[in-house]
């Protein structure tokens, strides 16, 4: 796909430690070109370390996974199952297998002290149809390998509902099988209105495999309100790479309540925002004349790659190659494939896939000491509206779909920067282990502002004058998840100073819908029919902070505001005054960021203080477009989604609170299989193993420019931890990649580079051929 080539750039040099007197480019550094030319190594592999344990966190092997598949379909197992490839809604037959998180009461002894490494489980998805109350039930399957002690149990703890690992039929997975059941329902309907859509919207739908189909059908999530029912809304667009921006005016709506297919009906089709239960009310109308399209579908999508649009213009220079950031001074992070173990200036930390939630990284420390047990990703959810059934019922919890297996092919020097370490991602599919090649990337890359400086003695009064600068940058590991329409990034950065920034952005085609004149208040018209449907993004993380033990309190310092007196300012009797009015979290909590900013979170160690008596810890500081779901009691969102609906949480770690959410949540929100709120029972969380769950998200308000797609500049959201009294001082003295100048009285002048040399190379670009993954349709 992509065409190799070759770039070179010539790099300045350094004279370190000169002396010279000073002159107006003081701070500037001749550019001189060598005869003798070195590469750089910016493609050198990053140094190999060992990790100090083997990963607990790590995924079950290929071999278990098969050994897993092969165990459950045994008849010794006794679960009648059916090969998935030849299954239908009335069998029993395997989704997904995955690995199971090893709970932290079995590692802690392991990672902490001599326990023995805890053994691995997989969790397997069994979808249930041949049993007389067909059910989605998970059974854990372990201790792996596969051996005489090995056996298959109901997953039940990681889940609070009530019914365990089971979903009711309805509620589950809406696969292709389920997809297919249906199908032919709404084939007939299309079939006996295809006069009317050709005449309308010039398509016609006679099934998803006829030749003659040229309209794409799509429903949304949830399908059911709590396992009694089932429906599927499904809209309709023209296909195509951009089918998600020209969608059409026409819905049909279907009950799809159990197995049996037969007793599917229509329960209504919506166009030009009117509702017709039948076919023949439709037709009536449509023979009245009283239907239309008034702002038809284009076909053609070329409009709409994200390719560069000759007709738009050139922009002048714009020829030239755009500024690279490059690791020029080789790798400074060490890797451990096998464990997927990173170092990095300090920081430590083991990396963990899953299919569902992706990348995780667990026991992050700091110059040897803990910060964080775990930090993951739990939901990515978004939520639509619109005055018509689709955007209205839409919902999406992409765990639903396997988040984890859309991380895939990062393009080096664009989505990650040239020389990036790229990462294999795997996760078990089916019966073996399949993987995606450049699916995470490592890198170091120039923060774009020093971490810190000072110029002192400005003027020359004092005789004296310094300045002191630091290089910035930070370690980041980044993969993007491509979940149908929406490319979502997230980068994980890691700073010298010891703090951490979680971010999400988000790129893709908009999942809009069709324009209508008099629908404004649900999104701006951004193409020929297309109305940007207007909808929330809500990225639900877990961060298990263990400051240096598993001790810790939430402390919660507010900002208030006091009417005081002091005695030396009599003339101004009592004055306002800021303070501190610091408590701690006493009990498990749902809580939003304070106003304006006016309340600082941090989570310490009561028992640990740093060398001036402060209690350490870390602080947990907003980022941008920090918010919550905007709705609170929609039917869509009720119950299943409450970890999305406050900024912040806080709850005492439990194996069985693992997750905020299940994977197969979504299509219950009235009856959830996990429920967040349950979690707020009243437990201490003051001097307690305490987890903070927080969201990331945006509002996300359509504009014109989301066409083609929407920006990753404007589409994001962050947090950061940072040190809070966790050390004596700030974390860079110890760093080396910094200038020291100094101006004695006589005005002469000292530079000094800690023998950081700036390399004298030639830089090598190399675009390597990237494999492109296939789009797996969910
Ligand atoms: C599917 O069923 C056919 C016919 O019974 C059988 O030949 C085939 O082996 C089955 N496929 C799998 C993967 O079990
Ligand atoms: C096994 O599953 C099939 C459906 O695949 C079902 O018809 C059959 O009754 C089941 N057998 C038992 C013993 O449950
Ligand atoms: C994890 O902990 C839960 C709750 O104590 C327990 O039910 C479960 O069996 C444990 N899982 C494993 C794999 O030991
Ligand atoms: C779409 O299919 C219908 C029915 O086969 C046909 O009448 C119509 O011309 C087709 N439209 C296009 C653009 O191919
Ligand atoms: C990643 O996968 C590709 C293709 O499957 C393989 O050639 C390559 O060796 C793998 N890289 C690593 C680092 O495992
Ligand atoms: C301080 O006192 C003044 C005068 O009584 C009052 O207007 C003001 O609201 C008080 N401020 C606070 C924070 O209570
Ligand atoms: C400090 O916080 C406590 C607990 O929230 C509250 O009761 C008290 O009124 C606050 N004090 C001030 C000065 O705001
Ligand atoms: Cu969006």
């Given amino acids: 796909m992509v065409a190799k080539t070759s770039l070179t750039a010539l790099v300045a040099t350094a004279i370190h430690c000169v002396t010279a007197r000073p002159d107006p480019n003081l701070y500037r550094r001749a550019i001189s070109k060598f005869n003798e030319i070195r590469t750089c190594g910016l493609s050198d592999a990053a140094p190999t370390v060992k990790a100090p344990k083997v990963n607990p966190w790590a995924q079950i092997t290929p071999d278990d996974v098969t050994a897993v598949w092969e165990l459950v379909h045994s008849s010794e197992a006794g679960l009648n199952l059916t090969h998935p490839d030849n299954a239908t809604l009335t069998d029993n037959y395997v989704y997904f297998i995955d690995t199971l998180p090893t709970n932290k009461s079995a590692i802690l002894p392991y990672i902490d002290g001599d326990a023995e490494l805890p053994a691995k489980y997989a969790r397997v998805v069994i979808f249930e149809g041949g049993k007389d109350e067909p059910v989605s039930q998970e059974y854990m399957v372990g201790p792996l390998p596969v051996g005489s002690e090995t056996s298959v149990a109901k997953l039940d703890y990681i889940f609070n509902g009530g019914k365990g690992g089971a979903v009711p039929f309805n509620g589950r997975n809406f696969d292709g099988k389920r997809s297919r059941a249906s199908e032919p329902l709404l084939k007939s309907i299309m079939e006996e209105i295809a006069d009317i859509t050709v005449a309308l919207f010039d398509g016609a739908y006679y099934g998803s495999g006829d030749e003659r189909t040229n309209i794409s059908a799509g429903s949304p999530t949830p399908v059911s309100y709590d396992g009694t029912q089932a429906f599927r809304n499904i809209m309709f667009r023209y296909p195509g790479a951009a089918t998600y921006l020209v969608p059409i005016d026409l819905y049909v709506m279907l009950d799809i309540t159990g197995t049996d297919a037969s007793k599917y009906f229509l329960k209504g089709i919506v166009t030009n925002e009117r509702f017709f239960r039948t076919t023949t009310d439709l037709r009536a109308a449509y023979d009245a004349g009283e239907l239309k399209s008034e702002f038809p579908q284009t076909r053609e999508q070329e409009w709409a790659l994200v390719k560069n649009q000759p007709e738009m213009g050139v922009r002048d220079l714009e020829d030239r190659l755009a500024p690279q950031s490059v690791e020029l001074g080789g790798k400074r992070y060490k890797y451990d494939k096998e464990q997927q173990y990173v170092e990095f200036m300090g920081w430590s930390f083991y990396l963990s896939f899953t299919r569902t939630l992706g990348l995780a990284f667990y026991d992050i420390r700091f110059k040897g000491e803990r910060v964080l047990y775990e930090l993951s990703l739990q939901e990515a959810a978004a939520q639509y ?359 004695d009285e006589e005005g002469g002048l000292t530079y000094e580079d800690y023998g950081i040399e700036l390399p004298t190379c030639q830089v090598q670009l190399e675009e390597p051929v990237t494999k492109i993954e296939p789009w797996a349709s969910i």
């Fill in 385 to 743: 509206a619109g005055y018509q059934p689709k955007a209205a019922n839409t919902v999406y919890h992409d765990t639903y779909y396997s988040f984890g297996t859309y991380a895939a092919t990062l393009v080096e020097g664009y989505d990650c920067p040239f020389g990036s370490t790229l990462l294999n991602i795997s996760f078990p599919e089916g019966d073996r282990e399949e993987v995606h090649p450049a699916g995470l990337c490592i890198f170091e890359q120039d923060s774009g502002y020093p971490l810190a400086r000072h110029r002192t003695g400005g003027s020359s009064d004092f005789g004296f004058s310094n300045l002191g600068t630091v290089k910035g940058s930070a370690l980041h590991l980044r993969a993007v998840y491509t979940v149908g329409n929406y490319d979502y990034m997230f980068d994980y950065a890691f700073h010298l100073d010891g703090s951490i920034e979680t971010e999400v952005r988000a790129s893709g085609y908009l999942q809009s819908s069709p324009y209508y004149k008099s629908q404004g208040r649900f999104g701006p018209r951004i193409s020929q029919g297309t109305q940007g449907s207007y909808h929330d993004h809500i990225l639900n993380f877990k961060a298990d902070f263990d400051i240096l033990d598993t001790k810790n309190s939430l402390q919660v310092t507010e900002l208030v505001v006091v009417n005081q007196t002091q005695p030396w300012y009599e003339e101004l009797g009592t004055f306002e005054q800021m303070e501190f009015n610091t408590t701690v979290m006493e009990t498990e909590k749902q809580f939003n960021w304070a106003a304006n900013g006016q309340a600082m979170y941090s989570v310490v160690n009561n028992d640990q203080t740093n060398a001036w008596g402060e209690k350490r810890g870390y602080r947990i500081i907003p980022g941008k477009s920090n918010i919550h779901l905007s709705i609170a009691n929609s039917p869509w969102t009720r119950k299943q989604s409450g970890m999305l609906k406050s900024h912040l949480a806080v709850t005492k770690q439990h194996d069985t609170e693992t997750y905020s959410n299940s994977w197969q949540n979504i299509n219950m929100p009235e009856a959830p299989q996990h429920d967040f709120l349950k979690f707020f029972d009243g437990e201490s969380v003051d001097d307690e193993d305490i987890v903070l769950w927080f969201n990331l998200g945006m509002h996300h308000f359509t504009r014109a420019e989301d066409i083609p797609v929407t920006l990753f500049t404007e589409a994001v959201s962050s947090i950061m931890f940072a040190p809070q009294n966790f050390n004596d001082r700030a974390q860079e003295g110890d760093l080396r990649n910094r200038r020291w100048v100094e101006v």
